[in-house]
């Protein structure tokens, strides 16, 4: 079974510009999460889409949005950069239940100048 | 609100030793926690899963115990190996999300 996949790895971006970033879960999983690592650090979570609905989201400004498609496939997008939105950007997939372990992709690393 | 801390300092442990990590929670009444491991630059991997009502779960080395009287969870490595190297982060889960802690720097000495 394929692995959880994010695109791209690797972005620079500059300041003021928006960025989206993709994730591809694992076949069969309905739910897609979306956080956000930085050095130091817990994992903070943005959001969790589970059957193209946002189920729960977490305490991120309203420039952070995202979306799920029918065929579970997520998107994550930043407008407006700020130099702290810089940050491994991680998305995992699960079943969607409680204790139902979550799979994680390898994350886009974001560097924003 | 509901807070999860886990040892910010590094810990060093000698091969072939037994590595004991902490997983402290407050206001919060978790009916499953998990352990996840993390290498650098990669998405964590996850471990094991302990629901309330175990006290203990064990794979392979690995072994989580799980207090909810003191609030806490302790993951244990035992026979030690380098390649256990490595952040270990603790989640617990509620309100249709994971709350996680900001991880544990181990680090097995050969």
């Known amino acids: 079974k394929a692995g959880v996949t994010q695109t791209p790895r690797y972005l620079i971006k500059t300041r003021g510009q928006q960025v989206t970033l993709s994730c591809s879960p694992i076949?069969?999983?309905?739910?897609v999460s979306w956080y956000q690592q930085t050095p130091g650090q817990g994992l903070q979570f943005l959001f969790e889409y589970f059957s193209e609905t946002q189920r729960n989201k977490g305490n991120f400004p309203g420039r952070f949005s995202g979306r799920q498609f029918s065929n579970s496939r997520s998107e994550m997008n930043v407008s407006t950069l700020e130099l702290g939105d810089s940050a491994l950007y991680l998305c995992?997939?699960?079943?969607?239940?409680?204790?139902?372990?979550?799979?994680f992709g390898p994350g886009t690393r974001l560097t924003v100048t | 609100s509901q807070k999860i801390e886990q040892n910010s300092e590094a810990l060093n442990i000698q091969e072939g030793k037994t590595a004991t990590l902490t997983c402290n929670y407050t206001n919060y009444s978790p009916a499953y926690l998990q352990w996840y491991r993390q290498d650098p630059g990669r998405g964590p991997v996850f471990l094991l899963l302990i629901r309330e009502n175990e006290k203990e779960k064990r794979k392979e080395r690995l072994k989580v115990t799980f207090d909810t009287t003191l609030k806490q969870s302790l993951f244990h490595i035992t026979a030690s190996q380098p390649a256990d190297s490595a952040t270990y982060l603790c989640a617990l889960w509620g309100n249709y999300q994971l709350i996680w802690g900001a991880g544990t720097k181990l680090i097995i000495k050969p």
């Open positions: 076949s069969g999983h309905r739910s």
């Open positions: 995992a997939s699960s079943h969607g239940l409680a204790d139902y372990e979550q799979y």
